[in-house]
């Protein structure tokens, strides 16, 4: 069917702001540690996570398995969006002068407009409303049973919990390297804030975030990113009310800002998984349509394992996704590799 554009107004989208801090540095740590089966993934080695655990105390280790068994960690990242936060100790005194209502409130996850209300009566106690809130996030991995504990969980001991759990990590972990960490995350969202005025939001979100495109929501106004270091390489989504949030991985050219010849290691990545011929293949077939694993292993006429081994590749450098063994091409971050490769060759940032 033919169709005759009429109207004159762009499609809408949303706006990005960039921030960052110390404090989500500190509790994103925190999220990562306590994250057992995906520490193995992440660029900080084992031993360097035990060099952490054993300059932490007896006490501290307590909160992180109380961390750990209750993701305690997603209530600190909540509390740290209420404000802009000047230092450690004005987040720790606004967690110790909040009310009991309100440091609930602030815990539990943003799960729609629709449940605000029931966010606020299930911290004051309102059983309807607990489960009415983990009805709604039924098909999530741990809100259910976190929703459950921070609404049953005796003020007191949740606001001392939390209270420790971020002094803890930051007196230990974060102020010796403050200066170091600091300038990285200074400096990457600083290269992000320049390319925002260069970029479309769209595009600027799938490249900030190594491949993430992120689609407007009629509920979403604002994107938020947010520089880390420490939950490199991935990526950490949330929502608030109105907002969007990726806390995204920092990119090399930020751990290396004095050498402006440091590419993003997603664009070696993406590079170098096309640098293959069977992967040019892959992205070809999977440009047409979405294939199965077994597909794939018949057209190409390889082994399942090593026709695996390739997707692993693609899927690394994001310019492949899959739901389940179904893989899709992931076209947008495709076509953005000639920008961003452009956007390294010239330094006029």
């Known amino acids: 069917m033919e169709i ?93 002068e909040l009310t009991a209502v309100d440091l609930k409130a602030a815990c539990l996850p943003f799960l729609g407009q629709a449940y605000q209300a029931d966010v606020q009566k299930a911290a004051e106690g309102n059983q309807e409303s607990v489960q009415a809130l983990k009805n709604a996030a039924k098909d999530h991995t741990f809100f259910p ?32 390297e403050a200066d170091q960490i600091g300038t990285v995350l200074t400096v990457d969202a600083a290269a992000k804030e320049a390319m925002r005025r ?27 990113l947010i520089p880390h270091v420490v939950y490199r390489p991935w990526n950490v989504e949330a929502d608030l009310a109105g907002h969007k949030i990726f806390y995204y991985p920092v990119s090399n050219q930020s751990f290396h800002s004095a ?45 399942k394992t090593t026709v695996h081994h390739h997707l692993k590749v693609l899927k690394a450098a994001r310019l492949v996704r899959n739901n389940g063994t179904v893989y899709s091409l992931n076209g947008n971050v495709l076509q953005s590799l000639p920008a961003e490769l452009e956007d390294y060759l010239d330094d006029r940032l």
């Open 259 to 303: 050498d402006p010849y440091i590419p993003d290691q997603f664009l070696v990545l993406k590079h170098k998984a096309l640098g293959d011929e069977q992967r040019l293949k892959i992205v070809k077939m999977l440009g047409e349509k979405e294939h199965t694993l077994q597909e794939l292993t018949n057209r190409l006429g390889m082994g």
């Open 145 to 176: 049973a976190y929703i459950q504990f921070i609404c049953q969980t005796d003020i007191d001991f949740l606001r001392s919990h939390l209270y420790s759990l971020m002094e803890g990590w930051y007196r230990t972990v974060i102020q010796p």
């Open 198 to 224: 260069r970029k479309h939001p769209e595009e600027l979100v799938t490249w900030a975030t190594g491949g993430i495109h992120y689609l407007p929501e009629p509920s979403v106004h604002t994107v938020l």
């Open 4 to 96: 005759i554009q009429t109207s004159g107004r762009s499609r809408e989208t949303y706006k990005v702001e960039v921030k960052h801090s110390l404090l989500w540095e500190c509790a994103l740590g925190i999220a990562a540690i306590t994250n057992t089966p995906l520490l193995s993934s992440l660029e900080k080695k084992e031993s360097e996570w035990n060099h952490i655990k054993t300059a932490l105390s007896s006490d501290m280790l307590s909160q992180l398995e109380l961390a750990e068994r209750h993701n305690t960690w997603k209530a600190l990242l909540q509390l740290l969006h209420l404000k802009d936060y000047p230092s450690i100790e004005a987040f720790l005194q606004n967690i110790s």
